[in-house]
């Protein structure tokens, strides 16, 4: 168990431009989320996939936003024409639903965003 | 409406001192979970201590234990003998639904505890 993993740590972008972060969940996870925390707020969530099916969306998930879980293991996050609004942490979290460990919901270590 | 409230924008405490971080929240579902979570300055989220909303205990994970009083729709977490390590923001979540669900979570805006020496 090596925790779940977000790359780049630290993104800065102009404004405009297209990005994209990487999570790597838990290898024995099936399900796995993002999560957006802008200054001072707790995290809101934006989309989930168990295995390699997108299952629900937020509607602050726009259509500059795109989700990919290809092969239900590692997923990626795509921003097109970023936004100043968009600067934040964004953060992964995976988990599987096993009665007997209701808490095992981890989170990686985000990766944080700035527009300029 | 919001599902998660935590009324304490900051908190201060001396070492060693007990300290109670409140969180109220609202659902409709009868199957539930509670989630509190540390995030130091570096930004990962730690998993402190989970209280389902079926268990008759109150949660307890070493120096955190969970008060959780169902009719009050209240999750104060209570840390023991704080330490300078223990400052940090401190989320309260909420799963809705049961365990096979989305497990999607819902947190507050948080409380950031400072720990004084």
């Known amino acids: 168990d090596t925790g779940v993993s977000q790359n780049p740590r630290h993104k800065i972008t102009k404004r405009g431009q297209n990005v994209t972060f990487r999570c790597d969940p838990i290898?024995?996870?099936?399900?796995l989320y993002w999560y957006r925390q802008t200054l001072g707020q707790g995290p809101e969530f934006l989309t989930y996939?168990?295995?390699?099916?997108?299952?629900?969306k937020s509607r602050l998930l726009s259509d500059r936003f795109s989700a990919e879980r290809p092969k239900g293991s590692f997923s990626t996050l795509e921003i097109q024409r970023t936004e100043q609004g968009d600067s934040a942490m964004y953060l992964c979290?995976?988990?599987?639903?096993?009665?007997?460990?209701?808490?095992?919901?981890?989170f990686g270590s985000g990766t944080r965003l700035t527009v300029v | 409406a919001q599902k998660i409230t935590q009324t304490q924008p900051g908190m201060f405490v001396q070492e060693k001192e007990a300290v109670t971080l409140d969180c109220t929240y609202d659902?409709?579902?009868?199957?539930?979970?509670l989630f509190w979570y540390k995030q130091p300055s570096s930004g990962e989220m730690i998993f402190l201590i989970y209280q389902g909303s079926y268990d008759e205990q109150n949660a307890t994970e070493g120096r955190y234990s969970l008060n959780f009083q169902k009719a009050r729709k209240s999750a104060n977490l209570v840390i023991s003998a704080s330490q300078l390590g223990d400052s940090a923001m401190y989320f309260c979540a909420m799963r809705e639904g049961a365990i096979q669900g989305a497990q999607k979570l819902v947190f507050g805006q948080g409380t950031r505890l400072t720990i004084n020496p």
């Open positions: 979290a995976s988990s599987f639903n096993r009665r007997d460990r209701p808490y095992g919901y981890t």
């Open positions: 290898s024995e996870h099936n399900r």
């Open positions: 659902t409709s579902d009868q199957s539930y979970g």
């Open positions: 996939f168990q295995n390699e099916a997108q299952l629900e």
